[in-house]
């Protein structure tokens, strides 16, 4: 699955890429993301996502459709104890 979530400003989030374990390398995950990076290209919009840094799956199929890293940030979780 790949969907669109955050919009801030001309930018839009491809968000929620998954594929089952049972179906990977079998090139949905690439289909899906180029299909909805073009929807998001065609209105003028710049797509973006992100992933942890330890993903590298999911980082060489960002960077076999074109994504280049850009930024990286430190984020902490918070919960209720």
């Known amino acids: 699955m790949a969907g669109e979530r955050l919009k801030p400003g001309n930018f839009t989030e491809v968000s929620g890429v998954c594929t089952h374990p049972d179906y990977r390398g079998r090139g949905y ?23 942890y840094s330890s993903n590298m799956a999911a980082i060489a199929l960002y960077a076999a459709l074109g994504f280049e890293p850009h930024q990286t940030i430190t984020a902490t979780v918070i919960r209720k104890a």
């Open 29 to 51: 995950a690439r289909f899906l993301m180029r299909v909805v990076a073009r929807r998001i290209l065609a209105r003028g919009e710049q797509p973006f996502l992100h992933s």
